[in-house]
């Protein structure tokens, strides 16, 4: 299946302040999904942003909540965002069928989104290099169970290219200083 960018909305799932300072490789983690936000901007794709009982985990990192004007997000308590009627809502508000994902944790509530979403007719593409775990085993382990449960894998450069699609649209040059 081709991604075409006219049919994604993007999904960013609880980078969150007290959970991020645990997870692995959190460095590269935030430069990549830095990366993969201002790249949807550039092509005009939508996103949202959820936080995970903001009470206990607290709000979105700077790092993410600062590259969106304003800063909204749907808070949640289940761990798949599919089951959090307002991102429902505002995912069938949408008409895209493609969701793009990044966020943590990867083995939970990344993994229970996916699933959700394909199970219910939508097209979730993890981006890998833009999820992580507290551990990087839990988050190989959940990149394999996205191969047997049929979800589409992809990395930032991957995606942002292919939604450009050609070195002559208008965005090619913003998105290839992005990526390099």
């Known amino acids: 299946m081709r991604i075409i960018r006219e049919n994604c909305i993007g999904l960013v799932i609880d980078i969150q302040e007290k959970l991020f300072p645990v997870i692995a490789e959190k460095e590269a983690l935030a430069v990549k999904c830095r990366m993969l936000i201002e790249g949807m901007q550039v092509l005009n794709v939508p996103m949202v942003v959820t936080q995970q009982y903001t009470k206990g985990l607290g709000p979105t990192i700077s790092e993410i909540s600062s590259l969106f004007d304003p800063f909204y997000f749907i808070e949640k308590v289940s761990f798949s965002c599919f089951e959090e009627p307002t991102y429902l809502n505002a995912l069938e508000q949408s008409g895209k069928r493609n969701v793009l994902i990044c966020?943590?944790?990867?083995h939970v509530c990344v993994l229970q989104t996916?699933?959700?979403?394909?199970e219910n007719g939508y097209h979730p593409i993890v981006i890998s290099d833009c999820i992580s775990s507290r551990n990087l085993n839990e988050k190989e382990i959940?990149?394999?169970r996205f191969a047997l449960e049929g979800i589409r894998v992809?990395?930032?450069e991957s995606i942002l290219f292919e939604l450009t699609r050609h070195s002559t649209a208008a965005e090619f040059r913003a998105i290839?200083?992005?990526?390099?």
């Open 176 to 180: 290839s200083k992005l990526v390099k």
């Open 103 to 106: 966020g943590i944790e990867s």
């Open 114 to 118: 996916a699933i959700d979403l394909m």
């Open 142 to 144: 959940a990149l394999r």
């Open 154 to 156: 992809s990395t930032v």
